[in-house]
């Protein structure tokens, strides 16, 4: 079966620093990748999304991708209060079908 | 508004019953799908569809069902044959061939079985 896998944590970390999630994934097919936020009992939010090798930034957030290693990471930079919630990595198969799965998510709790 | 609608938002049954979850969508999305979420887990696929009348299980499908007769509506059926039903239901949309891949979601039913 194919997985996505994530540090479930907590992630600890202080007020302004850098928060550094990582994601694998085993399915070298897969095309897309994507990091959600969920903010307890709400739905999950897209925050960044990433299919070329290297880093994309959007404002505080970059997505790293590196396919020969099937690892993707999720840079917070300036970590807020509001950034506490839980990080889901999802991983959309190289194929027709559209199926998309996730991790089990990372939980950050930034420390004021 | 444009936007996913699920309900009931919070639903209680007894066990052996079977019950429907129903998720509406107004984003003209060809792709729905459905997740289950149990504490301090992720979002595991149950079932999702492309198109109308056509479904694809995903990997927790065993004591679901689902149908896809209209494009704006995908519910989801609860079993008596699911053993641990309880648990948080989201369901989700997203544009076929969509450059993001970005999956919209409904704000979730929590079903508990008693």
């Known amino acids: 079966q194919k997985e996505v896998e994530q540090n479930s944590g907590p992630l600890s970390v202080p007020e302004g620093a850098i928060a550094s999630l990582n994601c694998t994934y085993s399915?070298?097919?897969?095309?897309?990748f994507f990091w959600y936020r969920q903010y307890s009992g709400k739905s999950p939010e897209l925050i960044m999304f990433i299919y070329s090798n290297g880093d994309k930034e959007d404002g505080r957030f970059t997505a790293q991708l590196n396919k020969a290693s099937q690892y993707v990471s999720l840079l917070i930079r300036d970590s807020q209060p509001s950034d506490s919630a839980t990080y889901l990595c999802?991983?959309?198969?190289?194929?027709?079908?559209?199926?998309?799965?996730f991790g089990k998510g990372t939980r950050l709790h930034i420390l004021p | 508004d444009g936007g996913i609608t699920q309900s009931p938002k919070y639903l209680f049954r007894k066990e052996g019953q079977n019950v429907t979850l129903s998720c509406e969508q107004n984003l003209n999305h060809d792709a729905m799908y459905w997740y289950r979420q149990d504490p301090g887990q992720g979002l595991r696929l149950i079932y999702y569809?492309?198109?109308?009348?056509?479904?694809q299980k995903g990997d927790i499908a065993e004591g679901y069902s689902v149908s896809r007769e209209k494009k704006e509506s995908f519910p989801l059926t609860v079993t008596s044959a699911q053993k641990n039903p309880t648990a948080f239901y989201l369901c989700a949309s997203m544009r076929r061939n969509s450059n993001t891949g970005e999956l919209f979601f409904g704000e979730g039913s929590r079903l508990t079985v008693l």
């Open positions: 569809s492309q198109i109308v009348n056509d479904f």
């Open positions: 999802a991983v959309k198969e190289m194929n027709r079908d559209d199926k998309i799965i």
């Open positions: 399915d070298r097919g897969s095309q897309s």
